[in-house]
């Protein structure tokens, strides 16, 4: 007579669950804090919130050309191109994403050409890089259309 023995045992994968830490959470708070410097015209509280040697890359979309700005100024130069050129109708971040230290931001803004006229809606997603509790990188990837 053979012995047999039934062993039973459940497989139970391990996952590791990231609580959202206070590092996440001020991420996300320098990008807001950027936001409403934005949404206010304030350039001086938009540079105040980036890195002395930060990079913004933006792709371009079909109306507005690609660049990349780098330092306080470049980001003051960024900054002031959008608010000479355009009227800012509505400017929404979606939905935010944080990951180490990245804060992606999916969003959409209307705009009107200051020279044209035209209006723009433009869908984006906005890739940030905090470090030390400032903005070090931005690359914004943009589709636009002209809708007048």
């Given at each position: 007579?053979?012995?047999?023995?039934?062993?039973?045992?459940?497989?139970?994968?391990?996952?590791?669950?990231?609580?959202?830490?206070?590092?996440?959470?001020?991420?996300?708070e320098v990008v807001e804090k950027m936001f409403a410097?934005?949404?206010?015209?304030?350039?001086?509280?938009?540079?105040?919130?980036?890195?002395?040697?930060?990079?913004?890359?933006?792709?371009?979309?079909?109306?507005?050309?690609?660049?990349?700005?780098?330092?306080?100024?470049?980001?003051?130069?960024?900054?002031?191109?959008?608010?000479?050129?355009?009227?800012?109708?509505?400017?929404?971040?979606?939905?935010?994403?944080?990951?180490?230290?990245?804060?992606?931001?999916?969003?959409?803004?209307?705009?009107?050409?200051?020279?044209?006229?035209?209006?723009?809606?433009?869908?984006?997603?906005?890739?940030?890089t905090v470090e030390n509790e400032l903005i070090a990188?931005?690359?914004?990837?943009?589709?636009?259309?002209?809708?007048?």
């Amino acid at each position: 007579m053979v012995n047999i023995q039934l062993v039973y045992c459940s497989f139970v994968p391990s996952f590791k669950i990231k609580k959202r830490t206070a590092m996440n959470s001020s991420e996300k708070e320098v990008v807001e804090k950027m936001f409403a410097a934005f949404a206010k015209g304030d350039v001086e509280g938009f540079a105040e919130t980036v890195s002395d040697n930060t990079v913004w890359i933006y792709q371009g979309t079909q109306v507005i050309p690609k660049g990349i700005f780098k330092g306080k100024d470049g980001v003051r130069k960024f900054v002031n191109n959008i608010l000479d050129n355009t009227e800012i109708i509505s400017f929404e971040p979606l939905e935010y994403i944080i990951e180490n230290h990245k804060v992606v931001v999916l969003g959409r803004e209307h705009q009107k050409v200051k020279s044209t006229g035209k209006e723009l809606k433009q869908k984006w997603v906005q890739v940030y890089t905090v470090e030390n509790e400032l903005i070090a990188r931005m690359e914004e990837f943009a589709t636009s259309e002209i809708v007048n």
